[in-house]
């Protein structure tokens, strides 16, 4: 769990009252003697909202609602805590300030939760002055020796050339990141011109990315919200189609800024990153931790994915390069033999080639695998490796090789 920028007040900020926020403080006490405390000390510092119940009630509550500002969870019980908060990590925004409270005096627990980014733990009995001074420092962010915060997993989806569906993965991955995974995704278009990720979701995108990226310093998180459309309750885009005359260079340093400021308030940033020519899309890849690389099995196609592939695993970044076969199935496509002989090994993943179920869920801007069973197995597979899910069972492409 990460630490908000934004300093926590009384007042909820135009970005809250336009989303209807509930609470800034949601705790979860399961025993009486905790809840009556914090029912008595927290309104006077801010807005609350005291539930019965330990982490496992939050982790179910917060997997269908908005993250609040600040959260308190209670560990006494759990015999995994660490476990507990990863699982509340996978549901939870990643801006959310964490308080934990238990019944164990552990101080090496205590060092495990800071080092995991929650900012305070206090074992029970809780007294108010105790709670009093983590919810100011927590709501300040004022604590001298405060954890870093945890951002969002980033992921660049490029394309080994143009018409492979680069896109097309981008999009459906975003959607079953929100849909599957739970998670809150940022889907981002890098062509401010020509860009179809909102297209694809039937969406008007709003004319903000370009002052986004061309003057990073006066963005903050009410201009983000404002900038985004939403396409779910857990997926936003940020899109734009500005005119084609104009001549855009996005600055590296620019979109890395409005990616970070992305990756502080989601769990996922899904970019579409093209072919990857411009700084911009080559600064994301280097700063993802999951980079998706596009191809299919044309002879063009099969050529510029060993080459870039290639050129992706020399390059300094650290992240993990997932390799992605996708049409699998089409007409002119070369023979199984063929690509194991020029890949060396088989893709990690392939989406099967289903032209009718993705021409129709474009023309109502709905993903494909909603409708399509197989493309939706597949689309699940590839979700969950990047989600960092156990892994499905063995995909298309692998299974066809060896027949």
């Known amino acids: 769990m990460?630490?908000?920028?934004?300093?926590?007040g009384?007042?909820?900020s135009p970005a809250d009252a336009a989303r209807g926020a509930g609470p800034r403080l949601l705790a979860y006490v399961a025993d009486a003697a905790s809840a009556a405390l914090l029912n008595s000390a927290a309104p006077s510092l801010l807005p609350c909202e005291v539930r019965t119940g330990d982490i496992r009630s939050a982790v179910?509550?917060?997997a269908r609602q908005r993250s609040p500002d600040l959260l308190l969870v209670d560990l006494s019980g759990v015999a995994d805590p660490l476990a507990a908060m990863e699982a509340l990590a996978g549901v939870c925004d990643p801006s959310v300030r964490v308080i934990a409270v238990g019944d164990s005096n552990d101080i090496g627990l205590y060092r495990d939760l800071r080092r995991i980014g929650v900012t305070?733990?206090?074992?029970k009995p809780l007294s108010r002055?105790?709670?009093?001074?983590?919810?100011?420092?927590?709501?300040?962010?004022?604590?001298?020796d405060e954890a870093p915060g945890r951002l969002g997993k980033l992921v660049a989806v490029v394309g080994a050339r143009g018409g492979v569906g680069t896109t097309t993965v981008a999009v459906h991955l975003g959607c079953w990141l929100a849909d599957g995974a739970r998670g809150r995704t940022a889907l981002v278009d890098l062509d401010l011109q020509n860009g179809t990720v909102a297209l694809a979701l039937n969406l008007r995108p709003e004319p903000a990315l370009r002052e986004a990226v061309e003057a990073p310093d006066r963005v903050d998180d009410v201009f983000m919200e404002r900038a985004m459309v939403a396409a779910s309750d857990r997926l936003s885009v940020l899109a734009a189609e500005e005119p084609v005359e104009d001549v855009i260079d996005i600055a590296p340093a620019a979109a890395l800024s409005v990616l970070n400021r992305l990756q502080a308030r989601h769990n996922y940033v899904v970019v579409d990153a093209g072919r990857a020519q411009g700084g911009a899309a080559r600064a994301a890849l280097e700063a993802a931790s999951i980079v998706v690389l596009v191809g299919d099995a044309s002879v063009a196609g099969l050529r510029d994915l060993v080459r870039l592939r290639a050129a992706i695993a020399r390059r300094s970044g650290g992240g993990r390069l997932v390799t992605v076969l996708n049409r699998r199935g089409a007409p002119g496509e070369l023979p199984a033999a063929d690509l194991m002989r020029t890949l060396g090994e088989p893709p990690e993943h392939a989406l099967p080639y289903r032209p009718v179920p993705l021409a129709v869920a474009a023309g109502v801007g709905e993903p494909a695998f909603r409708h399509c069973r197989r493309f939706r197995e597949a689309m699940e597979r590839l979700g969950a490796d990047v989600a960092g899910q156990p892994a499905a069972q063995d995909g298309l492409f692998r299974r066809w090789v060896r027949r």
């Open 2 to 8: 990460s630490l908000l920028a934004t300093l926590l």
């Open 10 to 12: 009384d007042a909820p």
């Open 60 to 62: 179910r509550d917060l």
């Open 120 to 123: 305070d733990y206090l074992f």
């Open 129 to 144: 002055d105790l709670l009093e001074g983590a919810l100011r420092a927590a709501g300040a962010g004022a604590a001298a």
